[in-house]
Nanobody
Framework: QVQLAESGGGLVQPGGSLRLSCEAS????????MAWYRQAPGKQRELVAV???????TYADSVKGRFTISRDNTKNTVNLQMNSLKPEDTAVYYC????????WGQGTQVTVSS
Protein backbone atom coordinates (compact mmCIF):
# COMPACT_ATOMS: atom_id res chain seq x y z
CA GLN A 1 0.00 0.00 0.00
CA VAL A 2 1.37 3.37 -1.04
CA GLN A 3 1.37 6.15 1.53
CA LEU A 4 2.60 9.71 1.35
CA ALA A 5 2.57 11.25 4.81
CA GLU A 6 2.97 15.03 4.97
CA SER A 7 3.93 16.97 8.05
CA GLY A 8 5.11 20.43 9.05
CA GLY A 9 2.18 22.66 8.19
CA GLY A 10 0.81 25.27 10.52
CA LEU A 11 0.21 28.95 11.18
CA VAL A 12 3.04 31.40 10.57
CA GLN A 13 3.31 35.18 10.34
CA PRO A 14 4.17 36.89 7.06
CA GLY A 15 7.91 36.77 6.50
CA GLY A 16 8.25 33.59 8.52
CA SER A 17 9.39 30.11 7.54
CA LEU A 18 8.04 26.58 7.55
CA ARG A 19 9.47 23.25 6.47
CA LEU A 20 7.18 20.62 5.03
CA SER A 21 8.17 16.98 4.91
CA CYS A 22 6.69 14.02 3.07
CA GLU A 23 7.66 10.46 3.86
CA ALA A 24 6.81 7.87 1.23
CA SER A 25 6.22 4.17 1.71
CA UNK A 26 5.17 1.40 -0.63
CA UNK A 27 7.06 2.78 -3.64
CA UNK A 28 10.61 2.59 -4.95
CA UNK A 29 11.19 6.18 -4.02
CA UNK A 30 14.31 6.84 -6.10
CA UNK A 31 12.38 6.04 -9.29
CA UNK A 32 9.75 8.72 -8.70
CA UNK A 33 9.64 12.39 -9.49
CA MET A 34 8.46 14.08 -6.30
CA ALA A 35 6.53 17.32 -6.14
CA TRP A 36 4.62 19.68 -3.91
CA TYR A 37 1.32 21.14 -5.07
CA ARG A 38 -0.99 23.53 -3.27
CA GLN A 39 -4.63 24.45 -3.41
CA ALA A 40 -6.05 27.63 -1.97
CA PRO A 41 -9.77 28.04 -1.27
CA GLY A 42 -11.68 28.58 -4.50
CA LYS A 43 -8.63 27.99 -6.67
CA GLN A 44 -7.27 25.11 -8.71
CA ARG A 45 -4.49 22.94 -7.43
CA GLU A 46 -1.15 24.25 -8.70
CA LEU A 47 2.38 22.95 -8.90
CA VAL A 48 4.73 24.56 -6.39
CA ALA A 49 7.95 22.65 -6.99
CA VAL A 50 9.19 19.36 -8.40
CA UNK A 51 12.41 17.43 -7.87
CA UNK A 52 13.01 14.72 -10.42
CA UNK A 53 14.78 11.40 -10.17
CA UNK A 54 17.94 13.06 -11.41
CA UNK A 55 17.58 15.76 -8.70
CA UNK A 56 16.80 18.51 -11.18
CA UNK A 57 14.23 20.98 -9.90
CA THR A 58 11.56 23.31 -11.20
CA TYR A 59 9.68 25.97 -9.25
CA ALA A 60 6.56 28.00 -9.82
CA ASP A 61 7.46 31.61 -10.57
CA SER A 62 5.56 32.73 -7.47
CA VAL A 63 7.91 30.83 -5.12
CA LYS A 64 11.27 31.10 -6.89
CA GLY A 65 13.96 32.35 -4.55
CA ARG A 66 11.81 31.68 -1.46
CA PHE A 67 11.13 27.93 -1.51
CA THR A 68 13.59 25.06 -1.81
CA ILE A 69 12.67 21.45 -2.56
CA SER A 70 15.00 18.62 -1.61
CA ARG A 71 14.89 14.84 -1.39
CA ASP A 72 16.64 12.13 0.58
CA ASN A 73 16.50 8.81 -1.22
CA THR A 74 17.92 7.00 1.82
CA LYS A 75 14.97 8.13 3.96
CA ASN A 76 12.28 8.19 1.25
CA THR A 77 11.52 11.80 2.07
CA VAL A 78 10.97 15.01 0.15
CA ASN A 79 11.08 18.36 1.89
CA LEU A 80 9.92 21.86 1.05
CA GLN A 81 11.68 24.68 2.88
CA MET A 82 9.49 27.78 2.66
CA ASN A 83 10.99 31.15 3.57
CA SER A 84 9.68 34.71 3.37
CA LEU A 85 6.14 33.41 3.46
CA LYS A 86 3.33 35.62 2.20
CA PRO A 87 -0.42 35.54 2.90
CA GLU A 88 -0.94 34.36 -0.67
CA ASP A 89 1.02 31.20 0.17
CA THR A 90 -1.90 30.12 2.35
CA ALA A 91 -3.18 26.81 1.03
CA VAL A 92 -3.35 23.09 1.58
CA TYR A 93 -0.04 21.64 0.42
CA TYR A 94 0.01 18.17 -1.14
CA CYS A 95 2.88 15.79 -1.69
CA UNK A 96 2.89 14.03 -5.08
CA UNK A 97 4.81 11.05 -6.39
CA UNK A 98 4.83 10.57 -10.13
CA UNK A 99 6.29 7.87 -12.34
CA UNK A 100 4.32 5.26 -14.26
CA UNK A 101 1.74 5.73 -11.49
CA UNK A 102 0.81 8.84 -9.55
CA UNK A 103 0.08 9.13 -5.83
CA TRP A 104 -1.05 11.95 -3.55
CA GLY A 105 -0.79 12.65 0.13
CA GLN A 106 -3.69 13.85 2.26
CA GLY A 107 -2.41 17.41 2.43
CA THR A 108 -1.22 19.72 5.17
CA GLN A 109 -2.59 23.19 5.87
CA VAL A 110 -0.29 26.19 5.69
CA THR A 111 -1.72 29.49 6.89
CA VAL A 112 0.24 32.73 6.63
CA SER A 113 -1.42 35.44 8.65
CA SER A 114 -0.66 38.07 11.25
Amino acid sequence: QVQLAESGGGLVQPGGSLRLSCEASGITFRLYNMAWYRQAPGKQRELVAVIRRDASTTYADSVKGRFTISRDNTKNTVNLQMNSLKPEDTAVYYCNANSLSQYWGQGTQVTVSS
